[in-house]
């Protein structure tokens, strides 16, 4: 079992809907979650981080986190062509390992005007 | 603005030479950065943790002698990828957290394109 899953898409949503990008994680001592944007050929940029239970909301992104079920993921609203790149689910290793994160394999979000 | 430089951006390289990349924390100090790779298609992958002022911490199936890490000061890591060979050819990124809790987000260099002839 991969430590950091998701689906790799590529998802494909209409301008103006939600897109729901879904992140599972293996390691029960996970304490941070983070969202990374990551166009083509480029290096991934921070959208969103969450530490507790619940929902975070910053603009039109919202990152939910659920640890029970070890589950974390990234809805965007009102969704945009230049939203389209891949997305990364990035978790800090077990018991920090000094920050050091792991990241999933990215799911790929299109939005067609 | 960038909060972490690296350079160059892409380099071409015939095999068996060494190629340094340099990784700078801009306006704040970095005593631990982050080298990952990332092969096309694929996600990116944590070839060593970098500490200043002493060795760095390599991943399993990295190896440390081909893949040189120096974090000589608070703002500037180096990789050195020593006879590369055009299975190196990746993109290779840094990164550093901004804060000093252990659970700061990293931020990413623009990243280096590596190409092996």
């Known amino acids: 079992q991969k430590e950091v899953e998701q689906n790799s898409g590529p998802l494909s949503v209409p301008e103006g809907a939600i897109a729901s990008l879904n992140c599972t994680y293996s390691?029960?001592?996970?304490?941070?979650f983070f969202w990374y944007r990551q166009y083509s050929g480029k290096s991934p940029e921070l959208i969103m981080f969450?530490?507790?239970?619940g929902d975070k909301e910053d603009g039109r992104f919202t990152a939910q986190l659920n640890k029970a079920s070890q589950y974390v993921s990234l809805l965007i609203r009102d969704s945009q062509p230049s939203d389209s790149a891949t997305y990364l689910c990035?978790?800090?290793?077990?018991?920090?390992?000094?920050?050091?994160?792991?990241f999933g394999q990215g799911t790929e979000l299109s939005v067609k005007p | 603005g960038a909060v972490v430089s690296q350079h160059p951006s892409w380099v071409i390289c015939k095999s068996g030479t060494s190629v340094k990349i340099e990784c700078r924390s801009l306006?704040?100090?970095?005593?631990?950065m982050f080298w990952y790779r990332q092969f096309p298609k694929q996600s990116l992958m944590l070839m060593a943790t970098?500490?200043?002022?002493?060795?760095?911490?390599?991943e399993q199936g990295v190896e440390k002698d081909k893949f040189l890490i120096n974090h000589a000061s608070l703002t500037l890591s180096t990789l050195t990828v020593t006879s590369a060979h055009p299975e190196d050819s990746s993109f290779y990124i840094c990164?550093?957290?901004?804060?000093?809790?252990?659970?700061?987000?990293?931020?990413f260099g623009n990243g280096t394109r590596l190409t092996v002839t």
């Open positions: 969450i530490y507790s239970n």
């Open positions: 990035a978790v800090t290793a077990i018991y920090n390992q000094g920050g050091k994160l792991i």
């Open positions: 990164s550093a957290p901004l804060g000093r809790q252990i659970n700061s987000p990293l931020h």
């Open positions: 306006d704040f100090q970095a005593t631990t």
């Open positions: 970098s500490n200043e002022g002493s060795k760095a911490t390599y």
């Open positions: 390691d029960r001592g996970s304490q941070s």
